[in-house]
């Protein structure tokens, strides 16, 4: 049975002069299902904002508890106040669920149509409509494939451009064209998104007449990564730390100096060390038969940590993701650890002497409140994470 994983990436732009943005989105992984909501507070700024929060909160919290659409959106229309002037709700909204079998359930109300890019090519998914709490709310019903990504956007995108570049708005159909032709040389969705954000931009001249939000979500494999660092306490545990590496599916990293002898050591095979800086102070990195990538320990650790935070910063521009394909040890690491749903750090607590701070607890090294924050990043992404120590 195919067993699937999400990868999850979101971007908003406020309306030119507000603080808030009126959109909001809000997911919660697991190993068994992913639930992404994206609402659209009416109007802008601080009404629309709270609006928007209350949906996805109300949505994402009774979807995983079990209700049903239909008491999810009765909730929803029951708490939001209906607009005066235009009896509508204040907020609009796109749920898309998925869980680990790959099925697939789509509710819109009132945002444009959800798009679906399968193989290089957008998909235009047909839904039936059927009313809930008196609303229209289309509904879409699908098996998924690897790989396939979902973008929903708030209307703010489609209207980019209305009355200024473009006299009609950056229609459905332009963005479809736009993004197959973006996937093409972008295969990740954050890059994706942030360029598909910018053109929004461009289409407003930078003043964005509406909140803009675009969020993707992509259907991947489980992917499992294992990464030792830092040498164990007791010597005695180098044999058991290596045979859990080795013995975890999916890929291993091993990170440090110390922690690359020892896996050496353990396994009987040579460190082979690359003499080339491809990135001046990130030092180089090495090869051990088995292992897919070996790099220098606290640096190389920092700098991932760095591009990570980078990477989920929706104000990091588009050629800053960009560095995440150069080939130093922390790129390829930063790469690694995104490509995952499931990351195990195996953390050896073995002081080094190198990595004291006197400004840090004695009994804390550099290195291990690295990967914990690192692991805390990855978590907030959505990824599963394993800590154990030695």
Sequence with gaps: MMKVRTELYWESTNKYGEELCGDKVEAVQSNEETIMVMADGLGSGVKANILSTLTTKIAVTMLRQGATIEETVKTIMA???????????????TIIRVDSAGNCYIAEYGNPAIILLREGSVVRLKGVTREIAGKEVKEYRL??????????????????????????????????????????????????????????MNFYMDKPGDDATIAALKIIDPQFVTVFTGPPQKPEDDQIVVKNLMEKPGKKVVCGGTAAQITARVLGREIKTSTEFTVPEIPPIAWIKGIDL????????????????????????????????????????????????????????????????????????????????LAEILDKMGKHIETIYY
């Design 79 to 93: 708490t939001l106040p209906i607009c005066k002037v235009r009896k509508i709700a204040y907020s609009t909204f």
């Design 143 to 200: 098996k998924v494939q690897r790989n396939d990504v979902f973008i929903a956007m708030s209307d703010g995108v489609v209207h980019a451009g209305v009355e200024g570049i473009l006299n009609l708005g950056w229609q459905w159909e332009n963005i479809a064209q736009y993004i197959e032709k973006v996937s093409k040389v972008e295969h990740t969705i954050g890059s994706l998104v942030k360029l598909l954000s910018s053109a929004t």
């Design 294 to 373: 070996v790099t220098e320990g606290v640096l190389t650790l920092a700098r991932t940590r760095e591009l990570l935070i980078r990477y989920i910063d929706p104000h990091a521009q588009y050629k800053e993701l960009r560095q995440l394909e150069q080939k130093d040890g922390a790129s390829r690491l930063a790469r690694i650890l995104l490509d995952a749903t499931d990351i195990t750090f195996l953390l050896g607590k073995a002081i080094n002497p190198a990595h004291q701070n006197p400004d840090f607890p004695k009994d804390l090294s550099i290195k291990i409140n690295i990967v914990k924050e």
